[in-house]
């Protein structure tokens, strides 16, 4: 939820994929959050059901773009010098360049 910091009313309201368990990270008038859950869907590996990162207009709450991952996403993203970081329950750290058509993607 976004709400105006003078009259405390609420501007828009988004829903994320899944559980968010991180902050949400801003820059350049976008949100940045991780989402995914606790449980475990292999031995090894949580986040059942849709897992990934999310961004949003700071203005508006609308959907930029999302981008899956096979586990959940935690910790919070960080954003460095035009690339969204995020690590998944798999050690997998993505960087996505603001547009997630074309991630680089490392394995630990």
Known sequence: MAFDITSGERIWEAQAPN???????FHENVLYVGFGNRFFQEPELRGRGDNG??????????????????????????YFKGHVYAATETS??????RRPEMPFIRKR
């Open 19 to 25: 559980w968010v368990h991180s902050e949400m990270i």
């Open 53 to 78: 990162v999310l961004a949003l207009n700071a203005d508006t709450g609308e959907t930029l773009w999302e981008y899956k991952t096979p586990g959940q996403v935690m910790p919070t993203p960080a």
């Open 92 to 97: 997998i750290y993505i960087s996505l360049m």
